[in-house]
């Protein structure tokens, strides 16, 4: 799933932040980090039955 959110070649900056992501909840970060204030698209959620 972390390879669908890896930014563009032209995003060099994120790459290293993209690069730290570790599981979900680094993923679900990231992903809010990078839309800057603007809605997210995606939600990760924990699935509570596991």
Same mark, same amino acid.
Not at 21 to 34: G, S
Not at 37 to 46: D, F, L, S
């Given at each position: &799933?972390?390879?669908?959110?890896?930014?563009? *070649?032209? !995003?060099?900056?994120?790459?290293?932040?993209?690069? *730290?992501? =570790?599981?979900?909840?680094?993923?679900?970060? !990231? %992903?809010?980090? =990078?839309?800057?204030? &603007? =809605?997210? *698209?995606?939600?990760? %959620?924990?699935?509570?039955?596991?």
């Amino acid at each position: &799933m972390k390879d669908f959110f890896e930014p563009n *070649e032209e !995003f060099e900056d994120l790459h290293k932040e993209w690069e *730290e992501i =570790e599981d979900l909840f680094d993923l679900n970060e !990231f %992903i809010e980090h =990078e839309a800057d204030g &603007m =809605e997210v *698209e995606y939600t990760i %959620i924990e699935d509570s039955e596991s």
